[in-house]
């Protein structure tokens, strides 16, 4: 079965950090590109960041640039997001997404069933 | 940056059909994709590619676009069908892919 778990929320006071983990498993995680989108309380669906299958294409959502570093291990099977300097307005579920691009963004035909993060003094 | 603009909310009857549009600039030059969120649940895709619908999609959801909308029809909408839908299209004047969200009621 295709699968992602994402794992790595909690609650985190306004600048600090915290690491988010994507677990892949049933296909093979080194092909395909990721995304990580996050939903926060009652609002729309945001992306928040890409990463090609070897890493060598990266994107960042503007609100998030300079503050977020998205990587992934293909050895490990796993997705990451490092977050700094984390807001207030950063407070929401995060999900990792599978991407069906190469190389460029394209569609997400896969989903974890998310992490929340809570950034609140 | 590219906008994309969908109604907040949809009302239908059961056994009727929903129409859930996105609109965009010259959207129909673009490919759109289209995603069903159940409360409390992660999105699921149910249309890419304008109007081709992934492996375990019923039929009854089908997709359309040309000029500057695109279009989610649910046919004979059921009361499972209830939930928010989001298009989302990838453009590279912008960082928001997804549009804004309709929410479908099942009256």
């Known amino acids: 079965e295709v699968q992602l778990v994402e794992s790595g929320g909690g609650l985190v006071q306004p600048g600090g950090s915290l690491r988010l983990s994507c677990a892949a498993s049933?296909?093979?995680?080194?092909?395909?590109?990721m995304n990580w989108v996050r939903q926060a309380p009652g609002k729309g669906l945001e992306w928040v960041s890409y990463i090609s299958s070897s890493s060598s294409t990266i994107y960042y959502a503007d609100s998030v640039k300079g503050r977020f570093t998205i990587s992934r291990d293909n050895a490990k099977n796993s997705l990451y997001l490092q977050m700094n300097s984390l807001r207030a307005e950063d407070t929401a579920v995060y999900y990792c997404?599978?991407?069906?691009?190469?190389?460029?963004?394209?569609?997400?035909?896969?989903w974890g069933k998310g992490t929340t993060v809570t950034v609140s003094s | 940056s590219y906008v994309l603009t969908q109604p907040p909310s949809v009302s239908v009857a059961p056994g009727q059909t929903a129409r859930i549009t996105c609109g965009g600039n010259n959207i129909g030059s673009k490919s759109v994709h289209w995603y069903q969120q159940k409360p409390g649940q992660a999105p699921v895709l149910v249309v890419y590619?304008?109007?081709d619908r992934p492996s375990g999609i019923p039929e009854r959801f089908s997709g359309s676009n040309s000029g500057n909308t695109a279009t989610l029809t649910i046919s004979r909408v059921e009361a499972g069908d209830e939930a928010d839908y989001y298009c989302q299209v990838w453009d590279s004047s912008s960082d928001h892919p997804f549009g804004t969200g309709t929410k479908v009621t099942v009256l």
């Open positions: 997404a599978r991407d069906l691009g190469a190389g460029t963004p394209y569609y997400m035909d896969v």
């Open positions: 049933g296909f093979t995680f080194s092909s395909y590109s």
């Open positions: 590619d304008d109007s």
